[in-house]
């Protein structure tokens, strides 16, 4: 295995870590470095794409390609990158307001499109760098600056909804179960298709019920789980507490890249390729007749 | 007995739904194949079926490639033809027809032919021949190759049985006598030359020209989300995904599509998008990430009236503000508008090459009219086309920032080099990664609004000069307007007016301030208010003299600029 500290970045501007202290993003940070390493992937060969908030920072604080893009349209980026280079591994990462609020209907549509990228939610229940305001996954009830009367909406479930849409791999964790998170992770990267895994995350700053106590509280990890069947892997993903952690469901299908007719006989990545010219010969010779 | 000499202007027009773009089809195939010049255009209605559409189908001489609003020979399809193409009637219009397709009051006042479509098309065998035999009669009309008519109708029907393609064969057949007597028993005269060169020569519509001209320009994906009048780009890349082993991949919305034409750049590879005003309204939040993030990308729009949903099937040019000031902050783009179907041929592919290399959204514009269009051209030169691609290996220390004099950074893609390449829509420091440092800030807004804009200018294409540099008058005029405005600039025939055409709109070299200075400017543009002469007011300070402006969403006709010029010049 390779050290994860090649995922370290040396760059001046990686130096200055904007997360409060004590951030769950740390923790996730750290997951990830591990999960490279221990993949012995190459920082060249890793793109992360990401959204707009704390947790959408990441790209400068690790040493792999980068694209920091805008509030919720890292999943339509990231599959592009990858359709146009399959030998990447490509993440799209993002706090819950940039991929459920901002980003929801390309979440939805890339499941039904199935690129082979993982979508790393950095669930907080709330948003972080806008200061407080309720996110979609925020609990019922929680009182925030711009929701003083509570929040009535009913959460948004992430992984009911993955698996109602047949999303190809579904997992939940908690950052503060290190080896774990590593582990699902890992899978994660490794699994052929969309994979969304949730990340819950404390936000020390604004969030002040969902704390890491809470989490340890409230979840539980799934024992002889079998995600290879959907039934039960949605009657998991509707418990609410304690809410249950680790892969709910696997579908495996052909991806997005395969199915393309672009790499049907050609596997090279399309930035080396270069125009058919015959074939646009062959098009004008018919544009001579009929 | 009504002639037509040189230049024929054929207008048939029914419901949507009744066949006239299938008789569009087979006229310009046999007409061209037969040795005649041809251009068609159409206008159509919002609607899936009935309504009118027409079809206008010129046959000439000459090389002929712009809209007339005369008709010389109108077929129509069904009742309420004649009041919509009112304004288009001559003295010497010939309708040629049903009698019931004609309403009383038009009878005096053009030539009537009336022909039994219909009987004939019952004695064939059913109603449904009808397209085929008043094809036959136009061909016949022009005495053209009935050989030509019956090998495109065996290749047309040839999937459907040999029955249909005999029925076919049969009616055309039927139709084309017909044709041919009129002539012969001097009901109309046709006198229009052949020229064997054109027999094979391609025939292109703008739609065509462009998804052509991308892939010719190394476009291996594209994104879209169907807005008319855009997506016969897509449809046609589509239709060749295959052959071309190019990604077309249509989206949940405007707005995925170009944040995936951005991450097919950032990958290397040559992302497009095809869209109309509507959808590039959506997109104009991407924009500005292709601005900071210097993300190259091609945009087409294909422009219809607005505002919002406007006129959907109709055209104007009224995006171009949109097109210069959309997205926030500042940031430079190219804006490009081809005015012939051979130019959007080089210049869609020239639009990647311009990306890659300054790294800005290059944005082509058309319209409804330029995209429908379609004529005869000579080859299409492929040994013309250069891909240049500026990508660069990464080093270990790689900056995908880095500060230089013409304000253009060396681009890596990920997996190319050693290095890592970090990408950002913040506001960053060399390397990519986010800053607030005031000198850092200052210094990336002018490397990319100032010192990038500059190099592009310097480096930006000359409007093509019509007639004497030294004219009295000068037209200033964009995109698809072109034709029209040569074909008007002809009849005219005068020393003293010359016509300067736009196909770089934005930014415009210093060296055009020269070609106004003195002059007496006429701007002539499909807008309302004269979006262009604007630009030219803000980049050189120089005022237009005349406004010659179209805005109901109908082309400019030949007839139409040389009414305004004639009253512009006197
Ligand atoms: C188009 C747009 N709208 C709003 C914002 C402001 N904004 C920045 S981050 C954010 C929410 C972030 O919350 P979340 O995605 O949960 O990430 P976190 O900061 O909690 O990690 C918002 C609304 C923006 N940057 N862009
Ligand atoms: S605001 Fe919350 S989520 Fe953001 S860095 Fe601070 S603690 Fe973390």
Redesign the pocket.
Known sequence: MISPLIFEPERPGSKDIAWCPGCG?FGIRNILRSAFAELNLRPQDVVIIS??????KMPHYINVNGYHT??GRSIPIATAVKAANPSLTVIAE??????YA?GGNHLLHAIRRNPDITVLV?D?Q?????KGQA?PTTMLGMKTPTQPWGVFEEPFNPIALAIALDASFVARTFMGYFKESVEIIKKAIQHKGLAIVDIFHP?VSFNKVNTYEWYREHTYWMKDHNPYDREEAFKRAIESDPLPLGVFYIHEKPTFEELVPAYKRDKTPLWQRNPKLEEIGKILEAKRTF | MVEFKEDVSIVLGGAAGQGIQTVEEILTRVLKLSGYNVYANKEYMSRVRGGINTTEIRVSSKKVRAFVRRIDILIPFKRGVLPWVEKRLTENTVVLGEKENVEEEYLSRVNFVEVPLNEMAKEVGSPLYLNTIAAGVVVGLFHGDFEVLEEYLRKRFGSKGEEVVLKNIEAARKGYELGVKLCEDGTIGIEVKRDENVKKEVLLSGTEAVALGAVAGGMNFLSFYPMSPSTGVAVFSAQHAEDFEIIVEQVEDEIAAINMALGAWFAGARGMVTTSGGGFALMS?ALSLAGMAENPVVIHLAQRPGPATGLPTRTMQGDLNLVLYSGHGEFPRIVLAPGSIEEAFYLTAEAFNLADKYQVPVIILTDQYFVDTYYNLPELDLSKIKVEKYIVESDEDYKRYKLTEDGISPRSIPGYGKGVVVANGNEHDEWGDITEDEELSRLMQEKRAIKKLETIRKNAMMPELVGREDAKYVIVAWGSTYHVIREALEVLNREDIAFLHFKWVYPLPEKVKGLLEGKVIIDIEQNVTAQFAELLKKEFGVEVHHKILEYDGRPFSVEEILDALKEVLE
Do not use: P, R, V
């Open positions: 993003n959204g707009i908030g704390q947790a959408a805008l509030h993002g706090g819950d307001g940039d991929m901002e950095h907080n709330i948003y972080g760098l806008t996110s936000c | 939040e």
